[in-house]
């Protein structure tokens, strides 16, 4: 089957799986490369996942405009590649008749995309037992481990349980720091998890572009059945963004799950040159009721790895020494570089 | 905020409204020499030299000595640069309420979709004209709401006849300085008179006397042969404002002159459409904004004026930070040069180039030379 692969969590993979074809959702690791010198302003994301996939037998890649690095980055990889790229407009606002008019064009103009890369028009009950099939995999509890059929496609599709399974547990092993995690997408290869478990904490929140935050809302039976393109859209529309404008329904969000999951310290992992998490760094230690740790990232190398080891350990310990790690703290902290 | 020019049309036409881009601070630390401290109350807010100068705009908002605070704050969103997204989401973080439109990335027609041309030479679908035009509407009546009016087409359709006016004198002032020989009015002075095009710096009237003049001064020194630049200056494009207004000044001294711009605000220089309803004429020219679309777009219509105006180099400036300079450049660049085959060179100039001077002098003498050596 024609692989199509995408990193934003706005692009449906309801919608590529109706049409025939198989979504893959790709998180590369982003390498610092230090032979070549870096791009200056370019996110080392976008760059991984345009070289990911311009070096991949991809059918097909989509971007999504959620973010302008990755709007400009389609550009680039669509005049490095041979292989079909689509750019998805993806709205910023949500909550006004415009958004919902353009994601449901935008919709329907991926699907005749898809059948130019060998898919086929999807068929209005099929769509449905897709829509209905992620749903039930997405009602799977998060405490799985992993090695079910289901939570391993749930994995491929959407890659936010991965990160928690990895971190052992998502209810926090007794004696360790409870920490979440917010900002930009976490690659599959990422070596974050590990660096938070040997500073002696869990994640017990992922709240990162590739996390559980980015789930759609549940799709409404009657709603489906009446209109499934309509409800795919307002499913996926109500996606909690830091690209939305107002961004406040994320900031909401994260509010909330960081007081149900009882989250001691929020990491703020977010790459270099991402001005859309780095804006909002100060708003976010104002607003979720736990000290926050900005940390930026360009790539996986070893210096990259120790520094990063280096500024986890050092906020457990301000978790653990200053605020008790068994107790929830409301002073806010930015610890930067 | 963001659009450059289209909302400014739609306000300035409503009574008792004045419209102005915060935008604009992006100069103030430039201009004020840093004694405005822009750049240092954004830094304290997080937002430091990694975004674009544009957080200027952020100090200017806490310091309230810039612009008085407006009584509405109105941002395109969508198909913009991230650094402005963020900087005015920080606004609104701060109490700064703001209406938001939604301005979706210009994109190509489908075969057999209807579409629309665009100011500027451009098509977009009729699918986000539309999308674009409810939006605008959205805003229209939300200004007209704010100032206590009632939102009224007519007086908009006005409006869009009083800024045609004002883009063709700034049209025939552009296509007289390019194109005379020797260049009869500086670079950063026919800068200043493009930026009056985005908002008429909040007065129409002055803006048409400014213009005027500066027509009549420049029609007086071309029939008598006068310039301010030696005749054998080179003929240079230049992509991108400067946050440094100085860089200006350079590329005269080292032997270049300005023919041909594109500051980001194209959208505001080309006439908007007149014959057809006014909402869906703004709404085209907000979808001609170069930065809406794909950067090939934008170097088609870099390689049309250049090639109009007759420029043997293009020089592309960015703006330290801003998303799109990561990766337009080398766009343009290989564009120009495939089709153009001009020299074209990539320069970084941020707010304040005093550090960088020597450096930027020695690439734009290269980008000089090199263009004479070709044209000898």
């Known amino acids: ?62 971007f999504t405009t959620a973010c302008d690095q990755m709007r400009r980055a389609s550009e680039l990889a669509a005049m490095h590649t041979s292989r079909p790229v689509f750019l998805m407009n993806v ?21 005749r995309f898809l059948k130019t890369v060998g898919g086929h028009e999807p068929d209005r009950d099929a769509l449905v037992h897709v829509i209905l099939r992620h749903q039930r995999m997405r009602d799977q509890p998060w405490s799985a481990s992993g090695d079910s059929p289901s939570a391993m496609e749930m994995d491929r599709l959407e890659a936010g349980p991965t990160l928690m ?89 994260l509010r909330r799950e960081v007081a149900a999951r009882d989250v001691q310290g929020l990491i703020l992992r977010r790459y270099v040159w991402c001005d859309l998490w780095h804006a909002e760094a100060p708003r976010l230690a104002e607003s979720v009721g736990v000290p926050v740790l900005d940390l930026e990232t360009d790539g996986e190398t070893d210096a990259a790895a120790a520094r990063t080891v280096s500024r986890i350990e050092g906020f457990v310990e301000i978790l653990v020494g200053e605020f008790g790690a068994t107790r929830r703290s409301s002073i806010a902290l930015v610890a930067r570089s | 905020m963001k659009d450059l020019g289209t909302a400014a049309v739609l306000a300035c ?94 994109r190509p027609p489908e075969p057999g979709e209807p579409a629309v041309g665009l100011p500027g030479g451009g098509v977009a679908p009729t699918e986000q004209v539309a999308i674009v035009e409810a939006e605008l509407r959205r805003i229209g009546q939300a200004i007209a709401a704010a100032a206590g009016q009632r939102f009224d087409e007519n007086l908009i359709a006005a409006g869009i006849r009083r800024g045609n006016a004002i883009r063709a004198m700034l049209d025939e002032l552009r296509t007289m300085v390019f194109t005379a020989d020797p260049c009869p009015m500086p670079a950063l002075e026919m800068l200043i008179a493009e930026m009056l095009a985005i908002h008429y710096c909040s007065d129409r009237n002055e803006t048409d006397q400014v213009l005027l003049e500066l027509r009549g001064e420049v029609e007086r020194r071309v029939r008598s042969g006068m310039g301010v630049l030696p005749p054998d200056a080179v003929r240079v494009f230049w992509v991108n404002p400067v946050a440094d207004l100085r ?55 870099i390689c049309r004026d250049a090639a109009r105006f007759g420029s043997q180099a293009v020089l592309v400036s960015r703006i330290p930070g801003a998303s799109h300079c990561a990766t337009e450049g080398a766009i343009i660049a290989e564009i120009v040069r495939s089709r153009l085959d001009l020299p074209v060179i990539e320069i970084e100039v941020p707010s304040n180039t005093d550090a960088i001077e020597p450096g930027l002098c020695t690439r734009l003498q290269a980008l000089v030379e090199t263009a004479r050596g070709r044209h000898a």
């Open chain 1, 1 to 62: 089957m024609a692989r199509i692969v995408y990193s934003c969590p706005f692009v449906p993979a309801e919608w590529i799986e109706a049409h025939g074809l198989s979504a893959c959702r790709a998180l590369p690791t982003v390498r610092c490369d230090t032979a070549r010198s870096p791009q200056a302003g370019l996110c080392p994301f976008a760059r991984s996942f345009s070289e990911f996939t311009a070096g991949n037998d991809y059918a097909g890649i989509v």
């Open chain 1, 91 to 111: 709205p910023a606002t949500t909550q006004t008749a415009a958004a919902k008019r353009i994601y449901i064009g935008e919709l329907r103009r991926l699907g």
């Open chain 1, 165 to 253: 399974r990895k971190a052992g547990a998502t209810s926090g092993s007794p004696g360790t720091v409870r920490l979440g995690v917010v900002g930009g997408p976490i690659p599959d290869g990422s070596p974050f998890v590990r660096q938070v478990a040997r500073a002696g904490a869990t994640i017990v929140l992922d709240a990162s572009d590739s996390g559980e935050r980015t789930r759609p809302a549940r799709m409404e039976p009657d709603r489906l059945r009446h209109d499934p393109v309509a409800e795919l859209a307002r499913a996926y529309l109500a996606i909690s963004s830091i690209h939305h404008r107002p961004n406040d329904r994320c900031f909401a969000w």
């Open chain 2, 13 to 106: 036409s409503i009574t008792n409204v004045v419209a102005f881009y915060p935008d604009g601070a992006w100069w103030t630390p430039c201009i004020m020499e840093h004694n405005a401290r822009l750049l240092e109350v954004a830094d304290s807010l997080g937002v430091p030299e990694s975004f674009c100068p544009v957080r200027a705009m952020l100090g200017a908002f806490v310091t309230r000595d810039r612009f008085p605070i407006p009584d509405l704050l109105v941002c395109g969103v969508g198909a913009t640069c991230d650094d402005f997204s963020a900087i005015a989401q920080r606004l609104s973080g701060m109490g700064h309420p703001i209406v938001w439109w939604e301005m979706p990335h210009r």
């Open chain 2, 247 to 301: 860089v200006m000044n350079l590329v005269e001294d080292v032997g270049g002159r300005i023919c041909g711009t594109d500051y980001m605000f194209t959208h505001a220089l080309d006439a908007i459409p007149e014959d057809c309803p006014p909402m869906e004429a703004l709404a085209r020219t907000a979808l001609a904004d170069s930065m809406a679309g794909p950067v090939s777009q934008r170097a088609d219509r």
